[in-house]
């Protein structure tokens, strides 16, 4: 029996928050914007319309949110972290996604963002 893959991405979530290897960047902080792409099971979902069986996107941003809030030095552990986090609380979540970009990063000159994806 074949599933009904569901697909959900969440674009253009705005942050502002501590992420940075400089000491000034996790004082003063930094635009961030996050992508993410979650693969289902969206089978009993699609036949019910009841959101206790649906992966709930609303309870997915609150998760992302939460862990923008958290310092970090690195963008992969900032993406490793929703990955985790996404994974503990979807078990029907098949694969994901997360794309996390730095807006106006200080590297000397002008450039508009810098961005890391990991996936699993």
Do not use: W
Request: with cysteine; glycine share 4%; aromatic share 10%.
């Amino acid at each position: 029996m074949q599933t009904q893959m569901g697909i959900i991405e969440l674009e253009g979530l705005e942050f502002y928050a501590y992420h940075g290897c400089f000491k000034e960047e996790q004082i003063v902080g930094n635009k961030f914007t996050v992508y993410v792409r979650m693969e289902y099971d969206a089978e009993k979902a699609a036949k019910s319309d009841y959101i206790n069986d649906a992966l709930n996107y609303q309870r997915a941003y609150e998760m992302i949110k939460e862990q923008l809030q958290i310092k970090s030095h690195l963008l992969e552990h900032v993406c490793n972290r929703i990955l985790d986090t996404l994974y503990d609380n979807f078990p029907e979540l098949k694969h994901a996604k997360v794309k996390v970009s730095k807006m106006n990063p200080p590297m000397g000159g002008q450039i508009e963002k810098v961005s890391l994806t990991l996936s699993r």
